[in-house]
């Protein structure tokens, strides 16, 4: 289930929220999505970020909860919302994964 996605645009260095309710439309744009944890955020995630968004017009990122990092690791380095801050620079939409 997804909490709640956001989109981030830097030229106004502000967020948009759009609740599930609501799409984002983006006429004749390529939009990639990729997920991950990124916790803790490393180069190796930088590039594959950049090469992401090379391929099209509008980066998504789909981030895992705590709950999915603690089935692999014993413990969360960034939170969830810790790890949507860090990774807003580097996307445009953020959709974060509740369960």
């Known amino acids: 289930m997804l909490k709640a996605v956001h989109n981030y ?3 106004k260095n502000v967020f ?8 984002i439309t983006l006429k004749g744009h390529k ?7 990124f916790d803790i955020l490393h180069f190796g995630h930088l590039e594959f970020l950049k090469y992401a968004r090379s391929q099209g017009d509008h980066l998504v990122v789909a ?4 709950a999915r990092i603690l089935q ?13 801050a ?3 620079p580097y996307v445009n939409t953020i959709i974060m994964i509740d369960k």
């Not at 939009?31 to 944890?37: R, W």
């Not at 692999?72 to 949507?84: A, D, G, L």
């Open 9 to 11: 645009f830097p030229q």
């Open 16 to 23: 948009i929220r759009h609740y599930l309710g609501k799409k």
């Open 31 to 37: 939009i990639v999505l990729v997920g991950g944890c």
């Open 63 to 66: 981030l895992e909860p705590d």
């Open 72 to 84: 692999k690791r014993s413990t969360v380095i960034h939170t969830q919302k810790q790890r949507n």
């Open 86 to 88: 860090i990774l807003v």
